[in-house]
């Protein structure tokens, strides 16, 4: 029987443990009672191993009072960090557009879960912007870390004979797979109506030309932004890097000068003037002044026709769903991958029915493999849009086979053989690498 426990030190390295990162800030005196490990420079506290084992028992479904759990979790996240290290000092590197792309599937999948962008902030004590930088900065190191051991296991292979004897070794212990799918989608924002984008135009032209006649910049941000998160600090939005703001607004911020005010810039928001205050290294401190467009007036029939007109070109085969995808969906991680959705804990295309989010789940149990939907509404936080949607395979329930599942089955085999490598090589790098136990 394959053991769950043993494995975890290796698997925690595809984890993103959401539990664990964005728990509230706890005062010095309680980090420094918690501390339960140091490794380099970096502390594990006993949350962190808390929350960590939590994810992993709910996400493996067993019983989080399993005996030895609460420890492999703790030495799996010494070793998380221990190669963390590494590969910085390695120089690995993964890209922005990458982490953005991953950055921006969570955010998606969060507002999904929890409806509203006030339930997010209630739930991890943190606005979305502060949610997307801590996101950020663990989705990096999560991939830092995957990059490493993809490089450092590179020559391992399994062979067909090592494919079929690890399952007739392990057939009766395998899981049972739930329902899967593999399904993209087109999605289309409803566009403010003209009226609404004319009156938002004219309102921040009038406060272009205050700024022109020599007006305060932070005085007019306080009195006319309509951003109420920095509006009542004169538009200061505080020091930022890449993949903070939305693609429009950041390739402004990021081209101004210091103390340059920018033209009327356009975004899904409404309309900006930006200043780049100060820049320090990658980051910058900019302040705007926003000018919303009212969303209660959105031209929900275009978005609707629009999509209309896609499904038919590719029912009628003048067009690919995905190149319409790439070149139409407004939602972004997945339309650079021709509107594939993508799992947000393993992203992999293939998802169980049950982890889809809900609106996606109603529209897909309607339709049989290489069917598309007609255009649907959906919610995205505290906005909406429309969405086509194609089944591209489906999966009843059923136990791990060749036939059916012959690729997770040799990656499974190939991950038993990393996981033997990969202990020997931790307790090498524990020789080389700062850590000490405090507990």
């Given at each position: 029987?394959?053991?769950?426990?043993?494995?975890?030190?290796?698997?925690?390295?595809?984890?993103?443990?959401?539990?664990?990162?964005?728990?509230k800030?706890a005062?010095?005196q309680?980090?420094?009672?918690?501390?339960?490990?140091?490794?380099g420079?970096?502390?594990?506290?006993?949350?962190?191993?808390?929350?960590?084992?939590?994810?992993?028992?709910?996400?493996n479904?067993?019983?989080?009072?399993?005996?030895?759990?609460?420890?492999?979790?703790?030495?799996?996240?010494?070793?998380?960090?221990?190669?963390?290290?590494?590969?910085?000092?390695?120089?690995?590197?993964?890209?922005?557009?990458e982490?953005?792309?991953?950055?921006?599937?969570?955010?998606?999948?969060?507002?999904?879960?929890?409806?509203?962008?006030?339930?997010?902030?209630?739930?991890?004590?943190k606005?979305?912007?502060?949610l997307?930088?801590?996101?950020r900065?663990?989705?990096?190191?999560?991939?830092?870390?995957?990059?490493?051991?993809?490089?450092?296991f590179?020559?391992?292979?399994?062979?067909?004979?090592?494919?079929v004897?690890?399952?007739?070794?392990?057939?009766?212990?395998?899981?049972?797979?739930?329902?899967?799918?593999?399904?993209a989608?087109?999605?289309?924002?409803p566009?403010?109506?003209?009226?609404?984008?004319?009156?938002?135009?004219d309102?921040?032209?009038?406060?272009?030309?205050?700024?022109?006649?020599?007006?305060?910049?932070?005085e007019?941000?306080?009195?006319?932004?309509?951003?109420?998160?920095?509006?009542?600090?004169?538009?200061?939005?505080?020091?930022?890097?890449?993949?903070?703001?939305v693609?429009r607004?950041?390739?402004?911020?990021f081209?101004?000068?210091?103390n340059?005010?920018?033209?009327?810039?356009?975004?899904?928001?409404?309309?900006?003037?930006?200043?780049?205050?100060e820049?320090?290294?990658?980051?910058?401190?900019?302040r705007?002044?926003?000018?919303?467009?009212?969303?209660?007036?959105?031209?929900?029939?275009?978005a609707?026709?629009?999509?209309?007109?896609?499904?038919?070109?590719?029912?009628?085969?003048?067009?690919?769903?995905?190149?319409?995808?790439?070149?139409?969906?407004?939602?972004?991680?997945?339309?650079?991958?021709?509107?594939?959705?993508?799992?947000?804990?393993?992203?992999?295309?293939?998802?169980?029915?049950?982890?889809?989010?809900?609106?996606?789940?109603?529209?897909?149990?309607?339709l049989?493999?290489?069917?598309?939907?007609?255009?649907?509404?959906?919610?995205?936080?505290?906005?909406?849009?429309?969405?086509?949607?194609?089944?591209?395979?489906?999966?009843?329930?059923?136990?791990?086979?060749?036939?059916?599942?012959?690729?997770?089955?040799?990656?499974?085999?190939?991950?038993?053989q990393?996981?033997e490598?990969?202990?020997?090589?931790?307790?090498?790098l524990?020789?080389?690498?700062?850590?000490?136990?405090?507990?």
């Amino acid at each position: 029987m394959i053991n769950k426990l043993g494995k975890i030190g290796f698997a925690l390295l595809f984890m993103l443990a959401l539990a664990g990162s964005f728990s509230k800030p706890a005062s010095a005196q309680e980090m420094l009672d918690g501390i339960v490990a140091v490794v380099g420079d970096e502390a594990i506290l006993k949350s962190d191993v808390d929350n960590q084992a939590m994810l992993y028992a709910y996400q493996n479904q067993i019983n989080l009072n399993t005996p030895g759990l609460w420890k492999e979790v703790f030495t799996a996240l010494i070793n998380q960090k221990i190669l963390l290290m590494k590969a910085k000092l390695d120089s690995i590197t993964v890209s922005s557009e990458e982490v953005d792309g991953l950055v921006e599937q969570r955010i998606a999948f969060l507002r999904e879960r929890l409806r509203t962008d006030e339930a997010i902030v209630e739930t991890f004590g943190k606005s979305i912007d502060m949610l997307r930088v801590d996101l950020r900065e663990e989705i990096k190191s999560q991939r830092l870390v995957e990059e490493l051991q993809r490089q450092h296991f590179s020559d391992l292979t399994v062979s067909n004979e090592e494919v079929v004897d690890f399952y007739n070794t392990y057939r009766d212990s395998l899981p049972e797979i739930p329902a899967e799918v593999e399904v993209a989608h087109i999605v289309i924002k409803p566009k403010t109506d003209s009226l609404s984008k004319q009156s938002a135009l004219d309102a921040i032209q009038e406060v272009q030309k205050e700024l022109q006649d020599g007006k305060d910049f932070a005085e007019l941000a306080r009195a006319e932004s309509q951003d109420p998160g920095s509006a009542r600090l004169g538009g200061d939005l505080g020091f930022v890097k890449r993949g903070e703001f939305v693609r429009r607004f950041e390739e402004v911020a990021f081209g101004l000068k210091e103390n340059q005010i920018s033209g009327i810039v356009e975004t899904e928001f409404g309309y900006h003037i930006i200043q780049l205050l100060e820049r320090k290294g990658e980051a910058i401190r900019v302040r705007h002044i926003l000018k919303r467009f009212d969303k209660t007036k959105l031209n929900d029939a275009a978005a609707i026709d629009q999509l209309n007109e896609i499904r038919e070109n590719v029912l009628s085969g003048k067009a690919e769903f995905s190149m319409m995808a790439r070149q139409f969906s407004e939602d972004e991680s997945s339309a650079e991958l021709g509107g594939d959705i993508v799992s947000p804990q393993t992203n992999q295309k293939r998802i169980p029915l049950d982890g889809l989010l809900p609106a996606i789940r109603s529209i897909i149990e309607t339709l049989r493999p290489g069917e598309i939907s007609k255009p649907t509404r959906i919610q995205l936080g505290d906005e909406y849009a429309f969405s086509i949607v194609k089944l591209k395979y489906f999966a009843p329930k059923h136990r791990l086979n060749l036939e059916q599942d012959y690729a997770r089955l040799r990656n499974m085999a190939l991950q038993r053989q990393q996981a033997e490598r990969y202990s020997s090589w931790v307790e090498e790098l524990k020789k080389t690498i700062y850590w000490k136990v405090k507990i």
